[in-house]
């Protein structure tokens, strides 16, 4: 699923393993699409749609 981030374009979150380039960022990991969702609207960051590949390691 690709998330955006409009007030931190740069953004990197370790705990989740995901990192904003320009703005952008594609998660595949369920659990870290639900905490990305989970976060308040004033960090900017959002779903921007699509659905994630299917993980592997999530089987």
Known sequence: MKFTSTKYPQLVVH?????????????NNKAAVDALK???PELGVRAAGGRPPKDPADV
């Open 15 to 27: 705990d989740l393993g995901v990192t904003f380039v320009d703005g952008e960022a594609e998660v």
């Open 38 to 40: 989970a976060l308040p």
